[in-house]
């Protein structure tokens, strides 16, 4: 067969050319806000922490308005934003220390008042003296940007006791939140799970749990834990939840993860992108033979996803013009036309040449297989070879014939008809027909099976939408 220097290339490239492979979910609100303060019962400071927790009110309520704060938060507000404006490693890495030096200049100008909240813990003998302590501590922490003194402070307003009901779980949110910024995965995890078991339930705290153990190279506990949250999302899981799913999944080699992931997504979210994305990481997972690739690629075709003139080429070799000329032209010449192929180059001109020869012939031999296929003493092996040629050619109905016939009769490869029937299906819009079909198939072509299944379920959907309004 002919072949091509691209063929050995790595097919995961263009999952990781989307942009998805460094980034983890979204950062979680806690990075940037404090929790509203809750309503809290009438509190009674002892004797003792009064006169501290004045003097460290009053400092706290004056520093924001003296000039060298005011200066040094300008400071650290323009190198933010000279930070989120940074692109490329050299500038970001530039931007980085800048921000990092002038949140130290502000920390520094308020180091009294830290010294300040150091002295109020210390005085808190009480949960009341302890609960205001924290209020301070996180009062401090915004204004000197410091997520560690506004974390501190929350942990003692919770392990005061003081904070009830349903704001307990907001707070360990919060807590995980500052936890995930500082990169304390550990403490994130555990103030995650606090908050869950308190019944919280917003801001995608199971996937910023998910995150922190996927962060701390507990990828498998991050992907079991992933995967329940977009199970209980549904259709709704966010994009990025399974887009995450997909490529944490793929460099973990977890193929079963990856399969659930991609047909998630891409059911989901049904965009060119996606599916280049789950089809190449499955493929690139799946290590096909080549009469299973075939399938695939043949999803890629359907869904125009292809990225790179190396997945024309691998569909052509698999395909082969002298076995299946009518399909393997139609993707040279749509190939061609995308520009992703060159009609110059060597593999191009001999595969065309040699599938424009061989169609006449070819199609001309439909009538005699299919008559073949249908005779009573007809093989499994014949059967399947009718259905192959006339799927090559989109000639879906028949093809569906064929492959009923041949799943009847003995020694039939089933998981590889089961697919080309599903496939056969999902082109003459008989969805749910397919899924049933793809659900079948077990074995190497499982995951196959299963982004069929995804696309036929999309397509269903599609269809049954209803129409935009004129």
């Known amino acids: 067969m002919i072949r091509s220097a691209l063929f050995n290339r790595s097919a995961i490239g263009l999952a990781l050319a989307l942009g998805l492979a460094a980034g983890g979910m979204a950062a979680p609100a806690a990075a940037k806000d404090k929790p509203k303060e809750a309503a809290a019962p009438k509190l009674s400071p002892s004797k003792p922490f009064i006169p501290v927790y004045s003097q460290t009110k009053t400092a706290l309520d004056a520093a924001p308005k003296r000039a060298d704060v005011i200066a040094a938060k300008a400071a650290v507000t323009n190198a933010e934003t000279a930070y989120r404006a940074a692109r490329g490693n050299a500038a970001r890495t530039q931007a980085k220390a800048g921000l990092d030096s002038a949140l130290a200049a502000l920390g520094t100008a308020l180091q009294a008042e830290k010294g300040m909240i150091d002295q109020a813990f210390a005085a808190s003998t009480t949960p009341d003296d302890k609960f205001i302590a924290g209020q301070l501590a996180v009062n401090l922490g915004g204004l000197a940007s410091d997520k560690g003194m506004q974390r501190r402070g929350l942990q003692a307003m919770l392990e005061s006791g003081r904070v009830t009901g349903a704001d307990v779980g907001k707070y360990n949110f919060y807590i995980g939140g500052m936890a995930y910024d500082m990169r304390d995965f550990p403490g994130a995890r555990a103030a995650f799970t606090n908050a869950i078991a308190a019944g919280y339930t917003e801001n995608g705290v199971e996937a910023l749990l998910a995150d922190a153990y996927i962060n701390d190279n507990q990828v498998a506990e991050g992907l079991r834990i992933l995967q329940q949250a977009t199970a209980k999302q549904g259709a709704a899981a966010p994009e990025d939840w399974l887009r995450r799913g997909v490529v944490t999944a793929y460099k973990a080699r977890s193929a079963d993860y990856a399969v659930s992931f991609s047909s998630q997504l891409v059911n989901n979210y049904p965009s060119t992108e996606n599916w280049a994305l789950a089809v190449s990481v499955v493929r690139d997972l799946g290590k096909f033979q080549q009469q299973e690739q075939i399938d695939l690629l043949r999803l890629m075709e359907r869904t125009k996803s292809y990225s790179e003139a190396r997945d024309y080429i691998e569909y052509v070799q698999s ?151 004129q």
Request: proline fraction near 6%; aromatic fraction near 6%; charged fraction near 25%.
């Open 319 to 469: 395909a082969d013009p002298r076995r299946l000329p009518g399909e393997a032209l139609k993707i040279i010449n749509s190939g061609i036309a995308s520009g992703k192929l060159d009609p110059k180059d060597p593999f191009v001109t001999d595969a065309k040449t040699m599938a424009t020869a061989r169609i006449p012939a070819d199609k001309a031999s439909l009538v005699g297989l299919e008559r073949d296929a249908r005779a009573a003493n007809s093989t499994a092996a014949t059967a399947m070879a009718a259905g192959d040629a006339y799927l090559s050619y989109d000639e879906d109905a028949k093809a569906a014939e064929m492959y009923q016939i041949a799943l009847g009769k003995p020694g039939v490869d089933t998981a590889r008809i089961l697919t080309r029937l599903g496939i056969a299906q999902a082109d003459t819009g008989r969805y749910a027909e397919a899924q049933a079909t793809f659900a079948k198939v077990d074995g190497v072509r499982k995951p196959i099976a299963a982004l069929w299944s995804a696309y036929a379920a999309s397509k269903a959907k599609a269809a049954a939408a209803p129409a935009p309004a």
